[in-house]
Each structure stands twice: as C-alpha cells, then as structure tokens.
C-alpha cells in the first residue's frame, strides 16, 4: 500500500513482547517482555528504553496509573501491584486464583472509567500450548474483584468501541474474537457474539488472534501469533479489510501512538523460534512501528484509577 511503512522501533529483542501502552504525557511507549519480567519504557525516536523494571516471574500486564506519570500497574504472577516506576515501590491491589497453583494472570487492560479487566489462563509451557479452558476473566474496580467469564483457554486482547457500548475479548488458542454488550456504568458484559473465528479458512494463515486495538472508526485490528501479520478487521461484518505484514512470525500485540495517535507500535517475540527461523528473521522480538495507513488514527488509551 502506497506510503505505508513498517520500521523498527527497537533496540532490545523480546522473549515474548506484551501490552504495549502509548504513554501521551512521556510521548514513550510503555511495554513488558512478558516471560523475561520486564517493564519498560521505549522512546521511539531513540529506539532505546528509558526505563525498565525486572521482577521474578511473568509480567503479562503494564498499564499507568491515571493522573500519576511514574505509577503503573502490572500483572504479577497471580497479584495485580502499583508499582513506582522511580521509587520501585510496590502496592498490592489484589490477588486474583491465588488458590489455584496453576494458572498465572495474562493480558489485561482498563475501560474508560479507569476498571481493571483482565484474564487468567493455565500456566504455559510454552506459547499457545496451554491446557483449555482453564482460566476466567474478571475486573478489578479499585480493590473491588469481579468475575465475569469462565472457562476460557488463552485470555488475550481487549478493546472497546468509542461510544463504550460494546467490548471485543480475544481467547486465542480456540481463535475466537468475542464481542459483547458493554455497560460502562455497571462494568457489565453480556450478549457474547464472534465477530471472528481464525479457524475458518478466510484466516487460516494468520493463525492465532492475539492482542487487539480498535481505531477511531471502531475498526478492530489484530495481532496475528505465528501469522507474522497485523490484520484490521471490521466488527459488525466480521470482514477481514486489511493485511499488513511484520518481518517476524511471532506478532503479539498492538497499539496506536505517537502524537497524533496515527502510528501502530506492534510488539513480537521469539520464544519458540528454531535456529533457522531466529536466523531468517533478524527482527523477532522487536516492536515495529507501522506509519502512513491511509485515513487512520487511534484513541488515547485509558489507565487505571484508584
């Protein structure tokens, strides 16, 4: 497509890149290297990060804390911390299956009226093998923990249209993107449809949906694990509108930034990737920034509220 560009954003090559976060106040790119334990910030134009984090365990989730630069907060294992990115102070807000050894928290991120919605999922062994049906999704309102679906595989991608009447969930290893009745109100859910199944052939070669972002038109756009693409899809046909293709398979999530919210920053890996693949696909790992996509533009993103 014609003045469409997808470049390098990156220095650093990510275990499993996650829950990239466009930081308007920093004009930075808040992200996780998920298995690696990481929370960092990218600047863009550098491509260097300006600050990380590590901690023991898996950190599938960053989001900031509203109204607050240096305070986010992330998905540890099975707690949900405030966490000062300058201080490195840490605040529990909640313990999500803590009596459940084996499931681990995944992606998360927050409504306009700054809710916590987030997924469980059995711990993996690697990507996208995972015992189904394991995990639930809930929201965290301050302190306050609602469950609201059961029995789902690999909780990944949410979104929610402008008007917030309506909010997309990906549960990726039976490939399935949901669309659900959404009371902001209420934080409440109902009314499951799929808008997409990526097992039906018209997206058998992207492979697993995995996170999600929407645009200012209430398009949805997909990351596409083992695909190597990024893919907009409209939401009420459930039609697959446009391709975009990253120069590494393992594509995990994604987010509109920069400052005008017309860049899509997109997030990859390389765990899992053999020898030859790590060799033929130099970039796996990093997180690529698509420019120029005609007519198109993001929202700013909500953060938690206390």
């Known amino acids: 497509m014609p003045g469409l560009r997808v470049r390098v954003a990156s220095k650093r090559r990510c275990q499993i890149g996650e829950g990239p976060h466009w930081d308007e106040k920093a004009q930075a790119l808040l992200y996780v290297d998920c ?9 863009p134009e550098t491509h260097e990060d300006i600050d990380t984090i590590h901690f023991e365990g898996t950190i599938p ?4 804390l509203a109204n607050h630069h240096h305070k986010i907060v ?5 707690y949900v911390k405030l966490t000062d990115m300058k201080k490195r102070h840490e605040e529990l807000i ?13 992606d998360a991120k927050c409504d306009a009226a700054g809710r916590l919605w987030t997924g469980t999922m059995a711990i993996d062994k690697k990507p996208m093998n995972v015992e189904p049906e394991q995990g639930s999704m809930y929201s965290i309102e301050k302190k306050h923990i609602r469950k609201h679906i059961e029995r789902i595989t690999l909780p990944n991608g949410i979104a929610w249209t402008a008007d917030n009447k309506k909010m997309f969930f990906v549960d990726s290893v039976p490939g399935k993107l949901y669309v659900y009745d959404f009371d902001l109100a209420k934080g409440d859910i109902s009314n499951q ?4 199944d990526f097992n039906h052939p018209n997206f058998a070669e992207l492979a697993f949906p995995d996170g999600i972002t929407i645009d200012q038109t209430d398009k949805l756009w997909v990351a596409c694990y083992n695909g190597g693409h990024v893919v907009k899809i409209d939401p009420v046909t459930g039609a697959l509108v446009q391709k975009v293709k990253i120069p590494t398979q393992l594509v995990t999530s994604l987010c509109f930034g920069g400052p005008r919210y017309e860049d899509l920053f997109v997030t990859s890996g390389f765990i899992g990737l053999s020898r030859d693949q790590l060799q033929s696909q130099p970039d796996a790992g990093a997180i690529f920034k698509i420019s120029g996509i005609p007519g198109t533009k993001g929202l700013p993103p909500n953060c ?3």
């Open 35 to 43: 298995y690696a334990g990481c929370v960092s910030r990218l600047d």
């Open 61 to 64: 989730f960053a989001v900031p």
């Open 74 to 78: 992330i998905g540890h294992n099975h």
């Open 94 to 106: 909640a313990m999500v299956e803590t009596e459940n050894a084996g499931t681990r928290l995944n």
């Open 193 to 196: 449809k799929v808008v997409a």
């Open 304 to 306: 938690f509220a206390m």
